[in-house]
């Protein structure tokens, strides 16, 4: 039996509950099947969905396309963070519905870096007025989630600052602390 995150009997598993897994780098590929997966579930019916997170982040606007999915859909998201939610990933649960983690859980946020780009491509200009505008739209979504000021935003953006889960539920990055199952 294959065990990896991607295996069709833990992807099976998971769905039959309404879970959907979010582990590792936020790139295309990810963003395809979390995508299609809020879509599949959606058709189903509209009892909730978890998003369990465990991620260090990725591509800032790949990581729009699952909020635009979590965000249009008819079924509340909850997201989970089960470890690490960063930099995109961050961006991704406060588009969630409900936005819950574990004790031990760390969320992190910063401004989108500009990766993959050369200094002499002709849309350079372009590009880093995009790239602050995004950064623009996340503090402001991040302010109206949390009620965090866009100064202390901004600044934290800045230090690149981690926060524990119980720091993040204080700060309105969370709306609740949830203990693992135990069995």
């Not at 982040?57 to 998201?77: N, P």
Request: glycine share 4%; with cysteine; aromatic share 6%.
């Amino acid at each position: 039996m294959d065990i990896g995150i991607q295996s069709p009997e833990i992807v099976e598993a998971l769905l039959a509950k309404r879970h959907i897994l979010l582990q590792g780098p936020v790139e295309g590929l990810l963003q395809a099947r979390i995508t299609r997966l809020i879509l599949y579930l959606n058709a189903l019916d509209d009892r909730p969905i978890t998003l369990l997170i465990d991620s260090g982040g990725g591509e800032t606007e790949t990581s729009l396309l699952i909020c635009d999915a979590i965000e249009q859909s008819h079924a509340v998201v909850s997201g989970l963070v089960v470890a690490d939610v960063f930099s995109a990933a961050f961006r991704i649960l406060q588009s969630c519905h409900r936005r819950l983690a574990y004790p031990r859980a760390r969320l992190q946020f910063h401004a989108p870096a500009t990766n993959g780009k050369r200094v002499d491509e002709d849309n350079w200009n372009k590009y880093i007025i995009r790239i602050h505008e995004l950064h623009e739209e996340q503090l402001h979504v991040y302010a109206k989630r949390s009620k965090q000021s866009i100064r202390s935003l901004r600044k934290w953006a800045k230090e690149q600052k981690f926060f524990t889960a119980a720091e993040a539920l204080k700060l309105g990055f969370l709306d609740e602390l949830v203990q693992p199952p135990k069995k």
